[in-house]
């Protein structure tokens, strides 16, 4: 069975840096690109970007652009997702995916709070 | 930049009905619209891909259709664990973005 195994809940003060991870399968990321969706409390679905774990080519969308770094180690299997400053409004439950055209496996989600 | 609109944001249907929710894309995007539903607490789960063809596991009563610029997921006998937010996603040359969902609640 595919699995995406995403790393535990984060609590964070703003200005704090925070990186959460994403594990799968040597064949999930030999094979796939790797996707992180954010979803704001009682919000949508919001997608962030993707990355290619054999090349780490990497896509953003235009809206975090800049505002998070998508990375991944072959070696361990794993995707991260990083941010360096964080603000409040990066309070969210945080997906990873696995996918081409479509997300066909989902990670549980990691939590990230952002609170003073 | 292309953007998708769900129709309704939400609706309710009783246990055996049959329900269908729609998504439009502002620019023809040929087949490329995928559907997923994400149920209360839930991270999303796939049901349909390339505008409809069933994900593997997925119920047939789960179905979709359209082409261009319309598409729609029907669920015939709607069931108890339907109840979920039901969102189309578009994808463009790894570039993807997500409609605003489409809450479904039974009667």
């Known amino acids: 069975e595919v699995q995406l195994e995403q790393s535990g809940p984060e609590v964070k003060k703003p200005g704090e840096s925070v990186k959460i991870s994403c594990k799968g399968s040597a064949d999930t990321f030999s094979t796939y690109w790797i996707a992180w969706v954010r979803q704001m409390p009682g919000k949508g679905l919001e997608w962030m970007g993707v990355?290619?774990?054999?090349?780490?080519?990497?896509r953003y969308s235009p809206s975090f652009q800049g505002q998070v770094t998508m990375s991944s180690d072959r070696a361990t299997n794993t995707a991260y997702l990083q941010w360096n400053s964080l603000e409040a409004s990066d309070t969210a439950m945080y997906y990873c995916?696995?996918?081409?055209?479509?997300?066909?496996?989902w990670g549980r989600g990691t939590l990230v709070t952002v609170s003073s | 930049d292309i953007q998708l609109t769900q129709s309704p944001s939400s609706l309710s249907a009783s246990v055996g009905g049959s329900v269908t929710i729609t998504c439009q894309a502002s620019?023809?995007?040929?087949?490329?619209i995928n559907w997923y539903q994400q149920r209360p607490g839930k991270a999303p789960k796939l049901l349909i891909y390339?505008?409809?063809n069933l994900e593997t596991g997925v119920p047939s009563r789960f179905s979709g259709g359209g082409a261009g610029t319309d598409f729609s997921l029907t669920i015939t006998n709607l069931q108890p664990e339907d109840v979920a937010t039901y969102y189309c996603?578009?994808?463009?040359?790894?570039?993807?973005?997500f409609g605003p969902g489409t809450r479904v609640d039974i009667k």
């Open positions: 620019q023809d995007i040929q087949n490329y």
């Open positions: 996603q578009r994808y463009d040359s790894f570039f993807f973005s």
């Open positions: 995916a696995r996918g081409g055209t479509y997300f066909d496996h």
């Open positions: 390339d505008a409809f």
């Open positions: 990355i290619f774990p054999p090349d780490s080519d990497t």
